[in-house]
């Protein structure tokens, strides 16, 4: 069987680490109250770092939801614009659940190739979190 290397789907928390005290807005675990989600305002756009993954949105209206404290807002916005939601984020809980108190596995096609990762919060709600 061939299999693609990739961390896809895999946390990481360095990721998250490193952009921690450069971020405008963290977004803590609603448990225990760790970082989870950093969010830095740039130019026209914003980073979002979490222990999945990186990337810069550009467009400063997700900075918006943020001033507002409007996750599920936040989470729909990034939804529309292709990157699969909020990281961390329960639709269902309307909370951010860090990587201890939440299930995240990346699910793989039969062939051995990454396909998306799944997240359930402690609630057992589950979501697709990276497509």
């Not at 770092?49 to 949105?57: A, D, E, Q, T, V």
């Not at 329960?90 to 909370?95: K, S």
């Not at 596995?105 to 497509?131: A, N, Q, S």
Request: with cysteine; hydrophobic share 35%; aromatic share 12%.
């Amino acid at each position: 069987m061939i299999s693609k290397l990739t961390n896809e789907g895999f946390p990481m928390q360095s990721s998250l680490e490193r952009n921690l005290n450069l971020a405008d807005f963290v977004l803590n675990c609603s448990i225990c109250k760790i970082p989870t989600v950093a969010i830095k305002k740039e130019n026209r756009g914003v980073t979002i770092s979490s222990p999945l993954r990186r990337f810069y949105i550009k467009n400063s209206k997700a900075y918006l939801f943020l001033q507002k404290n409007n996750l599920k807002g936040l989470d729909e916005f990034l939804s529309k614009e292709h990157y699969d939601g909020l990281d961390f984020y329960c639709q269902d809980c309307n909370l951010i659940y860090c990587i201890n108190h939440s299930l995240v596995w990346p699910v793989f096609e039969d062939d051995g190739w990454y396909d998306y990762t799944l997240m359930r919060c402690p609630k057992g709600h589950e979501r697709i979190v990276d497509d």
